[in-house]
Every structure is written in C-alpha cells, then in structure tokens.
C-alpha cells in the first residue's frame, strides 16, 4: 500500500502490520440509547420496532467481506433474550460474544445488589445461548469506576472494556489506571482480570475522544485516519466501537426528544457506513483482533473460538 496524506498535508507510513485493530460492536437498538432515555422508558422497549438484527447483520457481513475480521460483539442481555439466533450467529461467525449488562442502566447509579444481578444474568443468558464461557464486559455508555469493577470481577469476568479517558462527558466513569501494570493496552488490575480501554488520542495531558461512535460519526474521515496512524505509532493496538444503530439512517425519530438529542444521535447516520467501510479497507494491513485474543497474545489468557 502507499502512505497516505494526512489533512496538514503530511505523509505518513504505512501502519506496520504488527499492529492490532480491535473493532468492537456494542449490540443494543436505537431505541435503547441512554441519549433517549428520559423518553424511553425501559418499560416502553417492547412497544417500538426492532432494528438490530438487521443492523448487525450488516456489519457482520462487512468484517467478512473485508477479509479475516474478528471482532468483539458486546451484547445487550434484553436483545439476546429476544434473538438468540442473532448471538449464536456472531459467535458461529467468529467473532467473540461478550455482555453489554441486560437492561443497559448506568453503572454508578445501581446498587452493587443491582448491578451485580444485572451482569449475571447477562452472562448467564450469553452462555447459555453459546454454550461457552463469557469473558468480557462493556458497560453501558462507559459508566464504570472502581467500585463497579470489583462487580464485575465476582461475576465471574475476566476482562472489562468499558474505560473511557474523555472526561467531559459526564456518563463516563472516572479512575487513574496509572497505578497498574501495563501490557499492551491492556492494564492488569489483578490476578487474571484486566482493562481494555477505548483509545483516545492524547493532547496536551488530555484525552480527544477518538475511539469511535459519534465521534467517528462527527470528525472528517481523513483527520480521522491520521488520529488513529498517531494512536497506533505510540501503541501496538487500537480499540474502536461503533453500534449497529449507527449504519442505520432510516431508523424511526424519537419526536419527543428534545432538539439536541436528536441531533446528536442522528448526526452524519446517512455517511457513516461507507465511512466504516473505508475505514477497514484502509487499515487492512493491520491484524484485527477480538478481545480475547488480544489479550491472550500478552499473555493475559486463554483463548479459542
């Protein structure tokens, strides 16, 4: 391949192939946004139309059209009660399955009696329908922190990918990983649990989000490209999440939500998929990863699809 220009006009090399693209898909519909919830109550969820299976579908036929994809699907527990052939179909596809929580409320506002049902009945719902172990966990929009953690490491996780280091976004849960070990970019938070967290591009001894979803959606493709190059040359992976609501223009309008809230759930839905197209096929030399193998290949644990 031939190095691209970046946006300032700078040529950059090529990504060396030794280093690993994580794409992660968070599997919920587009009713079940927390953007949305003041609208949508969890009660209403069974009276609006359903989208994701076609959604995701669609994005599981992208990774395999854009040749040996293995990406991590982190499932929403109230979707796979209602289309566990969608979850058996991720996993017979090669792509890890792992839990998204059952009802995505947010971390820091549940009880540990709460939110520790919530993440086990999920893995239990996943495991069932896949007949294999669940080993990872991503929180719904980011909520996690210390306290959260230590639930999800009784229920049973061997990973969470839910840290998320843009800090003005109030959702997002806030902890210092600069105390543990790091493997990759991976953090060793004890004996054989770890963090996975969202890559976002360091600037000025802050974080710019960059690790997806409707930051993906918002930052012109090619300034885009080079954040990840500048990402991937000072690390040896790069994570990135996207949601299956978010290749879907056609979807329904929540016409009670307010102005805002529509506009950032909607905004650029109508380019954002052949932006993700173009986005595998220009980092196609990197090798694209689940999470589980990520992991396994520093060391951190088994793994097998």
């Known amino acids: 391949m031939k190095s691209d220009e970046d ?3 700078e040529v ?3 990504v060396s192939s030794e280093r690993s693209l994580l794409f992660t898909v968070d599997v919920e519909d587009w009713f079940q ?3 949305f919830k003041k609208y949508v109550p969890f009660s209403s969820w069974p009276s609006y139309g359903m989208r994701v299976q076609e959604n995701t579908q669609r994005l599981l036929d992208l990774l395999e059209s854009s040749g040996n994809v293995h990406a991590t699907f982190f499932v929403l527990g109230w979707i796979a009660a209602r289309l566990p052939k969608l979850v058996e179909e991720i996993k017979q596809r090669g792509h890890e399955v792992a839990s998204h929580g059952f009802k995505h409320e947010l ?3 549940q009880s540990s009696k709460r939110l520790h049902n919530d993440l086990s009945d999920s893995k239990k719902l996943l495991e069932d329908i896949i007949g294999d172990s669940i080993s990872g966990y991503r929180a719904p929009s980011f909520s996690i922190n210390e306290y959260a953690l230590g639930v999800v490491r009784e229920c049973g996780f061997q990973y969470d990918s839910s840290y998320n280091s843009f800090q003005m976004n109030k959702r997002y849960g806030q ?4 105390r543990y070990k790091k493997k990759g970019i991976s953090y060793e938070l004890g004996p054989s649990f770890y963090e996975l967290p969202i890559s976002n591009l360091p600037f000025r001894g802050s974080s710019v989000p960059w690790g997806g979803g409707g930051y993906f959606r918002l930052i012109p493709s090619k300034i885009y490209r080079h954040g990840i190059r500048r990402i991937l040359k000072r690390e040896d992976a790069y994570l990135f999440y996207i949601h299956p609501w978010e290749i879907d223009s056609n979807q329904p309008r929540i016409t009670t939500a307010s102005f805002f809230s529509q506009f ?3 905004i650029n839905l109508a380019s954002s998929w052949k932006k993700l197209a173009d986005l595998l096929t220009r980092f196609n030399n ?3 990863l689940t999470c589980k193998e990520y992991l ?3 060391g951190c644990m088994e793994t097998h699809l």
């Open 296 to 298: 396994a290949e520093n």
């Open 175 to 178: 902890m210092d990983l600069s």
């Open 264 to 266: 950032r759930h909607r």
């Open 12 to 14: 950059l090399e090529d």
């Open 33 to 35: 946004v927390e953007n």
């Open 107 to 109: 971390c820091h506002e």
């Open 286 to 288: 990197c090798r694209f």
């Open 7 to 9: 946006h300032y006009g």
